[in-house]
Protein backbone atom coordinates (compact mmCIF):
# COMPACT_ATOMS: atom_id res chain seq x y z
CA UNK A 1 0.00 0.00 0.00
CA UNK A 2 2.82 2.57 0.77
CA UNK A 3 4.52 1.79 -2.55
CA UNK A 4 1.16 2.37 -4.05
CA UNK A 5 0.70 6.11 -2.30
CA UNK A 6 4.58 6.35 -3.22
CA UNK A 7 3.85 5.77 -6.93
CA UNK A 8 0.85 8.14 -6.65
CA UNK A 9 2.61 11.02 -5.08
CA UNK A 10 5.43 10.38 -8.00
CA UNK A 11 2.30 10.47 -10.26
CA UNK A 12 1.07 13.89 -8.65
CA UNK A 13 4.00 15.41 -9.26
CA UNK A 14 4.91 14.03 -12.66
CA UNK A 15 1.78 15.63 -13.24
CA UNK A 16 2.15 19.07 -11.34
CA UNK A 17 5.85 19.08 -13.60
CA UNK A 18 3.67 18.42 -16.98
CA UNK A 19 1.76 21.37 -15.99
CA UNK A 20 4.55 23.64 -14.96
CA UNK A 21 6.68 23.01 -18.33
CA UNK A 22 3.27 23.53 -20.40
CA UNK A 23 3.77 26.61 -22.64
CA UNK A 24 1.40 29.46 -21.82
CA UNK A 25 -1.92 29.15 -22.53
CA UNK A 26 -2.62 30.87 -26.15
CA UNK A 27 -6.08 31.24 -25.79
CA UNK A 28 -7.05 34.28 -28.03
CA UNK A 29 -3.48 34.88 -29.04
CA UNK A 30 -3.65 35.69 -33.01
CA UNK A 31 -0.43 33.46 -34.73
CA UNK A 32 1.28 34.24 -37.55
CA UNK A 33 0.77 32.02 -39.84
CA UNK A 34 0.60 30.17 -43.16
CA UNK A 35 -2.38 29.09 -45.62
CA UNK A 36 -2.17 26.76 -48.35
CA UNK A 37 -5.11 25.46 -49.94
CA UNK A 38 -5.55 24.32 -53.49
CA UNK A 39 -6.53 21.20 -55.59
CA UNK A 40 -5.01 17.16 -55.72
CA UNK A 41 -5.80 15.50 -59.02
CA UNK A 42 -5.69 11.80 -59.86
CA UNK A 43 -4.01 10.65 -63.18
CA UNK A 44 -7.17 11.24 -65.08
CA UNK A 45 -7.96 14.31 -64.01
CA UNK A 46 -10.58 14.19 -61.24
CA UNK A 47 -10.32 15.16 -57.58
CA UNK A 48 -9.19 13.08 -55.03
CA UNK A 49 -11.59 11.12 -52.91
CA UNK A 50 -12.30 12.66 -49.96
CA UNK A 51 -10.72 9.59 -47.63
CA UNK A 52 -7.20 10.47 -48.75
CA UNK A 53 -5.62 13.19 -46.54
CA UNK A 54 -3.00 15.71 -46.87
CA UNK A 55 0.32 15.78 -44.98
CA UNK A 56 2.75 18.90 -44.26
CA UNK A 57 6.09 18.16 -42.87
CA UNK A 58 8.61 20.35 -41.65
CA UNK A 59 12.75 19.39 -41.60
CA UNK A 60 10.88 15.68 -41.80
CA UNK A 61 8.81 15.62 -38.96
CA UNK A 62 4.86 15.73 -39.50
CA UNK A 63 3.17 18.97 -38.16
CA UNK A 64 -0.16 19.00 -39.76
CA UNK A 65 -2.88 16.43 -41.34
CA UNK A 66 -5.94 17.47 -43.41
CA UNK A 67 -8.87 14.70 -44.83
CA UNK A 68 -9.74 15.96 -48.30
CA UNK A 69 -12.93 17.43 -48.51
CA UNK A 70 -14.84 16.88 -51.34
CA UNK A 71 -14.89 19.29 -54.44
CA UNK A 72 -18.41 19.93 -54.53
CA UNK A 73 -19.24 23.62 -55.74
CA UNK A 74 -15.46 24.44 -54.85
CA UNK A 75 -12.08 24.63 -56.79
CA UNK A 76 -10.12 23.36 -54.20
CA UNK A 77 -9.95 20.50 -51.60
CA UNK A 78 -7.85 21.14 -49.36
CA UNK A 79 -6.89 23.97 -47.21
CA UNK A 80 -4.52 23.67 -44.35
CA UNK A 81 -3.29 26.75 -42.04
CA UNK A 82 -0.56 25.85 -39.85
CA UNK A 83 1.16 28.52 -37.44
CA UNK A 84 4.64 30.10 -38.68
CA UNK A 85 7.41 30.73 -36.29
CA UNK A 86 9.11 34.33 -37.58
CA UNK A 87 11.10 34.19 -34.19
CA UNK A 88 9.18 36.82 -31.96
CA UNK A 89 7.51 35.39 -29.10
CA UNK A 90 9.07 31.44 -29.63
CA UNK A 91 8.11 30.21 -26.26
CA UNK A 92 4.66 30.81 -27.18
CA UNK A 93 4.55 27.92 -29.95
CA UNK A 94 3.71 24.51 -30.19
CA UNK A 95 6.58 22.61 -31.68
CA UNK A 96 4.43 21.92 -34.76
CA UNK A 97 5.22 25.07 -36.44
CA UNK A 98 7.07 26.05 -39.53
CA UNK A 99 9.62 28.47 -39.11
CA UNK A 100 11.66 30.48 -42.10
CA UNK A 101 14.13 28.31 -44.09
CA UNK A 102 12.77 25.17 -42.84
CA UNK A 103 12.02 22.84 -45.61
CA UNK A 104 8.16 22.38 -46.18
CA UNK A 105 7.27 19.10 -47.78
CA UNK A 106 3.48 18.84 -48.82
CA UNK A 107 1.93 15.18 -49.09
CA UNK A 108 -1.06 13.72 -50.47
CA UNK A 109 -1.51 10.06 -49.23
CA UNK A 110 -3.60 7.28 -50.15
CA UNK A 111 -5.67 6.37 -47.40
CA UNK A 112 -6.41 2.74 -48.85
CA UNK A 113 -1.93 2.06 -49.16
CA UNK A 114 -1.13 4.67 -46.87
CA UNK A 115 1.47 5.95 -49.75
CA UNK A 116 2.20 9.21 -50.90
CA UNK A 117 0.78 10.08 -53.96
CA UNK A 118 1.59 13.45 -54.60
CA UNK A 119 4.49 14.94 -52.92
CA UNK A 120 6.61 18.34 -52.92
CA UNK A 121 9.26 20.12 -51.49
CA UNK A 122 10.31 23.77 -51.04
CA UNK A 123 12.60 26.07 -48.82
CA UNK A 124 10.30 28.14 -46.71
CA UNK A 125 11.17 32.06 -47.31
CA UNK A 126 7.13 33.09 -47.17
CA UNK A 127 6.90 36.23 -45.67
CA UNK A 128 4.25 35.20 -42.18
CA UNK A 129 0.65 35.56 -43.70
CA UNK A 130 1.22 34.15 -46.93
CA UNK A 131 -1.83 32.12 -49.04
CA UNK A 132 -0.54 30.13 -51.31
CA UNK A 133 -2.54 28.32 -53.53
CA UNK A 134 -0.71 24.72 -54.67
CA UNK A 135 -2.77 22.59 -57.28
CA UNK A 136 -1.16 18.90 -58.45
CA UNK A 137 -1.65 16.42 -60.00
CA UNK A 138 -0.77 12.79 -59.75
CA UNK A 139 0.62 10.62 -62.92
CA UNK A 140 3.27 10.52 -65.19
CA UNK A 141 3.75 12.37 -68.69
CA UNK A 142 5.98 10.47 -70.80
CA UNK A 143 5.53 12.35 -73.92
CA UNK A 144 5.47 16.16 -71.95
CA UNK A 145 2.34 16.69 -74.04
CA UNK A 146 0.32 17.37 -70.81
CA UNK A 147 -1.48 13.48 -71.10
CA UNK A 148 -0.90 11.41 -68.39
CA UNK A 149 0.17 7.59 -69.42
CA UNK A 150 -2.58 6.67 -67.46
CA UNK A 151 -5.37 8.25 -69.49
CA UNK A 152 -3.42 7.51 -72.69
CA UNK A 153 -3.67 3.19 -71.32
CA UNK A 154 -7.09 4.11 -70.50
CA UNK A 155 -8.08 5.21 -74.53
CA UNK A 156 -6.01 2.38 -75.75
CA UNK A 157 -7.71 -0.24 -73.87
CA UNK A 158 -11.05 0.97 -75.26
CA UNK A 159 -10.54 2.42 -78.61
CA UNK A 160 -6.98 0.62 -79.51
CA UNK A 161 -6.19 -1.71 -82.49
CA UNK A 162 -5.20 -4.21 -79.96
CA UNK A 163 -1.71 -4.10 -80.23
CA UNK A 164 0.71 -3.75 -77.29
CA UNK A 165 -0.04 0.13 -75.50
CA UNK A 166 3.37 2.69 -75.81
CA UNK A 167 2.88 6.25 -74.87
CA UNK A 168 2.82 7.21 -78.75
CA UNK A 169 0.34 5.84 -79.59
CA UNK A 170 -2.54 8.16 -77.60
CA UNK A 171 -1.19 11.83 -77.85
CA UNK A 172 -2.90 15.09 -76.33
CA UNK A 173 -3.36 16.82 -79.64
CA UNK A 174 -5.63 13.55 -80.85
CA UNK A 175 -9.34 13.50 -80.51
CA UNK A 176 -9.78 9.74 -79.90
CA UNK A 177 -13.01 9.30 -79.42
CA UNK A 178 -14.01 11.47 -82.56
CA UNK A 179 -16.16 13.68 -80.68
CA UNK A 180 -14.22 17.31 -82.06
CA UNK A 181 -12.32 18.16 -78.79
CA UNK A 182 -8.77 16.95 -78.18
CA UNK A 183 -7.57 14.34 -75.67
CA UNK A 184 -6.08 17.77 -73.60
CA UNK A 185 -8.80 19.05 -73.37
CA UNK A 186 -11.25 16.65 -72.58
CA UNK A 187 -8.57 15.85 -69.89
CA UNK A 188 -8.86 19.42 -68.50
CA UNK A 189 -12.50 19.32 -69.03
CA UNK A 190 -13.23 16.33 -66.90
CA UNK A 191 -14.86 14.77 -69.95
CA UNK A 192 -13.73 11.08 -70.98
CA UNK A 193 -11.67 10.97 -73.92
CA UNK A 194 -12.80 7.67 -74.54
CA UNK A 195 -16.22 8.13 -74.79
CA UNK A 196 -17.83 10.23 -77.63
CA UNK A 197 -21.10 10.71 -75.60
CA UNK A 198 -19.12 12.77 -72.94
CA UNK A 199 -18.22 16.13 -73.76
CA UNK A 200 -18.83 19.63 -72.52
CA UNK A 201 -21.76 20.29 -74.43
CA UNK A 202 -23.97 23.49 -73.99
CA UNK A 203 -27.95 23.45 -74.91
CA UNK A 204 -29.14 27.31 -75.12
CA UNK A 205 -32.77 27.74 -74.83
CA UNK A 206 -35.15 30.71 -74.94
CA UNK A 207 -37.05 31.44 -71.20
CA UNK A 208 -40.42 32.86 -70.21
CA UNK A 209 -38.33 36.01 -69.53
CA UNK A 210 -38.16 38.75 -72.29
CA UNK A 211 -34.21 38.87 -73.36
CA UNK A 212 -32.98 36.27 -71.15
CA UNK A 213 -31.75 32.85 -72.29
CA UNK A 214 -30.75 29.78 -70.71
CA UNK A 215 -27.55 27.83 -70.84
CA UNK A 216 -27.50 24.44 -69.65
CA UNK A 217 -24.16 21.85 -69.57
CA UNK A 218 -22.92 18.95 -67.32
CA UNK A 219 -20.57 20.61 -65.02
CA UNK A 220 -18.04 18.49 -63.38
CA UNK A 221 -16.95 18.56 -59.88
CA UNK A 222 -13.86 21.01 -58.94
CA UNK A 223 -13.70 22.46 -62.56
CA UNK A 224 -14.60 26.13 -62.89
CA UNK A 225 -16.73 27.34 -66.02
CA UNK A 226 -16.76 31.12 -67.99
CA UNK A 227 -19.51 32.33 -70.03
CA UNK A 228 -18.52 33.77 -73.00
CA UNK A 229 -20.14 36.19 -75.50
CA UNK A 230 -19.03 36.32 -79.22
CA UNK A 231 -18.93 39.17 -81.60
CA UNK A 232 -18.94 38.50 -84.98
CA UNK A 233 -16.33 40.98 -87.08
CA UNK A 234 -14.37 40.78 -90.70
CA UNK A 235 -11.87 38.68 -88.28
CA UNK A 236 -13.90 35.96 -86.93
CA UNK A 237 -15.19 35.89 -83.55
CA UNK A 238 -13.94 37.94 -80.90
CA UNK A 239 -14.93 36.53 -77.76
CA UNK A 240 -15.20 38.42 -74.34
CA UNK A 241 -16.58 37.30 -70.47
CA UNK A 242 -20.32 37.41 -69.66
CA UNK A 243 -21.85 37.80 -66.69
CA UNK A 244 -24.66 35.55 -65.43
CA UNK A 245 -27.57 34.56 -63.13
CA UNK A 246 -28.37 31.50 -60.92
CA UNK A 247 -32.16 32.17 -62.27
CA UNK A 248 -33.77 33.57 -65.10
CA UNK A 249 -35.32 36.53 -62.92
CA UNK A 250 -32.13 37.66 -60.98
CA UNK A 251 -29.80 39.91 -62.02
CA UNK A 252 -26.62 38.51 -64.13
CA UNK A 253 -23.79 39.27 -61.87
CA UNK A 254 -21.85 36.11 -61.82
CA UNK A 255 -18.56 35.59 -63.58
CA UNK A 256 -17.86 32.08 -62.35
CA UNK A 257 -19.49 28.50 -62.10
CA UNK A 258 -18.03 25.47 -60.06
CA UNK A 259 -19.71 22.21 -60.79
CA UNK A 260 -21.17 20.17 -58.30
CA UNK A 261 -21.39 17.24 -60.71
CA UNK A 262 -24.90 17.74 -62.60
CA UNK A 263 -26.42 19.76 -64.88
CA UNK A 264 -26.17 23.16 -64.43
CA UNK A 265 -28.36 26.10 -65.80
CA UNK A 266 -27.23 29.83 -66.38
CA UNK A 267 -28.97 32.42 -67.52
CA UNK A 268 -27.63 35.34 -69.57
CA UNK A 269 -29.32 38.47 -71.57
CA UNK A 270 -29.02 38.05 -74.98
CA UNK A 271 -29.95 42.05 -77.03
CA UNK A 272 -30.31 40.05 -79.88
CA UNK A 273 -32.09 36.87 -81.62
CA UNK A 274 -28.72 36.09 -83.14
CA UNK A 275 -25.81 36.71 -79.95
CA UNK A 276 -23.63 33.87 -79.33
CA UNK A 277 -22.86 32.19 -76.11
CA UNK A 278 -20.00 29.51 -75.23
CA UNK A 279 -18.85 28.28 -72.15
CA UNK A 280 -15.43 27.53 -70.98
CA UNK A 281 -13.60 25.59 -68.78
CA UNK A 282 -11.38 27.84 -66.37
CA UNK A 283 -7.77 25.51 -65.98
CA UNK A 284 -5.72 26.13 -62.54
CA UNK A 285 -1.96 26.30 -63.50
CA UNK A 286 -0.52 23.47 -61.51
CA UNK A 287 2.31 24.03 -58.84
CA UNK A 288 2.39 26.85 -56.45
CA UNK A 289 1.12 30.44 -56.84
CA UNK A 290 1.52 33.26 -53.24
CA UNK A 291 -1.72 35.17 -53.70
CA UNK A 292 -1.17 38.72 -53.08
CA1 LIG B 1 -12.50 13.70 -77.83
CA1 LIG C 1 -15.27 12.44 -75.02
Not at 55 to 73: C, D, F, N, R, W
Not at 165 to 171: D, L
Given at each position: M???????????????????????????????????????????????????????????????????????????????????D??G??????????????????????????????????????????V?R??????????????????????????????P???????A???????????L?????G??????????????????????T??????????????????L????????????????????????????????????????????????????????????
Open positions: QTFFRLLRGLALAVVLSVTISPPAMAGLPLPSLTFYGMFLDEFGWPYPSDDYVEVYTQGVKIATHTLSPALGKEYNFLLRVPYTGKLNDYSPDVISPGDNVQIRLVDNGSGQPVISTNFICTLPAGSVFNARSGTDSLGDGLTDELRQWIWSALGDGTFSPSKVRTDDSDGDGVSNDEFLATDPANAEDVLAVSISRTAYPGVQLQFFAVPGKSYQVQTGTTDQGVTWSTATFASSPDSAGTLTKAVGLGHYLAVFVSAATEAQLFRVTVNVQPTGATVLP
